[in-house]
């Protein structure tokens, strides 16, 4: 096998089990444990993975995220149920505005029946899907495009999200705890306030499987949401200091086939 055609069996493998060993790795494609060293240092320095003690895995670090091709193809249905529940918030006619993230994508497609509707968004999955709608008019924020998260940052895309207003912003976390949501990165972070700071109501999306992590960037305090939507109940601490507040969680059910 070409160290290309290996590198991209490495991928798709992480795709599946998230996290993989190095003896395993070196085992499967009869290299030895050099080679595969190598090789996650390469994917690593393209952002694709991250190495850990013994091997490499694709689960957020405290300065690491995943690439958006991979998270697009992780965990479905929980991104689904999510997005249904975050419809629930919206009426046609509204402007809303949502962030990047394989979430926030998938939140993007079902928006666009809520018809008609204004979408602004720097996600460019969401742009690539919802342009020339009917019934949809979308704002595109421009910016930087950055390939790992697939969409815009930057002082364009912050100038402009200072002269929009909507009705409610969508943000995704890749992390929780406690009260405070975090991203181990700060371009994003500024944009997510950005679009905070430019909507009448906000709403948080996040995966249940993200609460006890942390990054590098405070992101905001779960209070300062409308809305908070998860698959599961909060930890019972986190929903005990929300309590009394002015912050509703919502718990999405996932769909049976």
């Not at 993230?101 to 509707?117: Q, T």
């Not at 969401?126 to 979308?138: D, F, P, Y």
């Not at 495009?145 to 940052?153: I, P, R, V």
């Amino acid at each position: 096998m070409k160290r290309e055609e290996r590198r991209q069996e490495i991928i798709n493998l992480l795709v599946e089990s998230r996290a993989l060993e190095l003896d395993d790795i070196a085992a499967r494609f009869g290299v030895s444990k050099m080679t595969v060293h190598r090789d996650l240092d390469d994917l690593e320095r393209a952002g694709v993975l991250r190495k850990v003690r013994g091997g490499a895995t694709i689960d957020a670090g405290t300065q690491f995220e995943s690439d958006f091709r991979f998270r697009e193809l992780q965990e479905a249905d929980v991104k689904r149920a999510l997005a249904e529940e975050a419809a629930g918030l919206v009426e046609p006619g509204m402007t809303v505005m949502i962030n990047d993230g394989s979430m926030a994508s998938v939140l993007g497609d079902v928006l666009a029946e809520k018809k008609p509707i204004t979408i602004v968004t720097n996600n460019a999955a969401i742009m690539e899907r919802a342009k020339g709608l009917s019934g949809v008019t979308l704002i595109a924020l421009g910016g930087v495009y950055s390939a790992k998260f697939n969409a815009y940052f930057g002082i364009v895309t912050e100038e402009t999200l200072s002269r929009l207003r909507a009705d409610i912003a969508f943000i995704s976390a890749p992390a929780a705890s406690g009260r405070l949501s975090y991203h181990m990165d700060e371009a994003v972070v500024r944009t997510k306030r950005a679009m905070m700071a430019a909507s009448r109501q906000t709403c948080l999306l996040v995966n249940s499987r993200r609460f006890g992590h942390t990054a590098l960037h405070v992101l905001a305090d779960l209070a300062e949401f409308d809305t908070v939507i998860s698959d599961k109940p909060l930890p019972h601490d986190t929903a005990a200091e929300l309590g009394g507040g002015k912050t509703v969680v919502r718990i999405a059910k996932e769909t049976t086939t």
